[in-house]
Nanobody, 124 residues
Framework: QVQLVESGGGLVQPGGSLTPSCAAS????????MAWFRQAPGKEREFVTS????????YYADSVKGPFTISRDNAKNAVNLQMNSRKPEDTAVYYC?????????????????WGQGTQVTVSL
C-alpha cells in the first residue's frame, strides 16, 4: 500500500509561484504513474497533470499547460508540481495519487490512494 504526504502549498499572490511536493512511501513507487488533482470548494476533484513511471511522458489539463510542470525523483520517492503564474481560479486543495495502472487516466475515481492534500490559495 502506498502512503502519500503532500506539502508545499500556501498563500501566493496572482502571478506568483509555488512548488507543492508529494512524498510517497512504499518500495514500488517507481513503478507507478503519478498524478496531481485539485479540488476547489463545492467542485469535483479535477485532473491537473500526470507523469509516467520513468518521467518521460507527461500530461496536463488544458487550463494549466505552460505554467505548470510535473517532475519526479524516483530515488527520493517524490513528485513535484511547479506552479508558475498562478491565478485566483487555481485556489484549491492539491492531491497526488498513484495510478491504478499504466497510462494516462484523468478521472479521480480511477485512483485508489490519496494523501491529505495541500492547500493552495491564490489571492492578493
Amino acid at each position: 500500500q502506498v502512503q502519500l504526504v503532500e506539502s508545499g502549498g500556501g498563500l501566493v499572490q496572482p502571478g506568483g509561484s509555488l512548488t507543492p511536493s508529494c512524498a510517497a512511501s512504499g518500495p514500488t513507487f517507481s513503478s507507478y504513474d503519478m498524478a496531481w488533482f485539485r479540488q476547489a470548494p463545492g467542485k469535483e476533484r479535477e485532473f491537473v497533470t500526470s507523469i509516467n513511471w520513468i518521467g518521460g511522458r507527461t500530461y496536463y489539463a488544458d487550463s494549466v499547460k505552460g505554467p505548470f510542470t510535473i517532475s519526479r525523483d524516483n530515488a527520493k520517492n517524490a513528485v513535484n508540481l511547479q506552479m508558475n503564474s498562478r491565478k485566483p481560479e487555481d485556489t484549491a486543495v492539491y492531491y497526488c495519487a498513484p495510478g491504478r495502472r499504466a497510462g494516462h487516466v484523468a478521472v479521480w475515481y480511477e485512483y485508489d490512494y490519496w494523501g491529505q492534500g495541500t492547500q493552495v490559495t491564490v489571492s492578493l
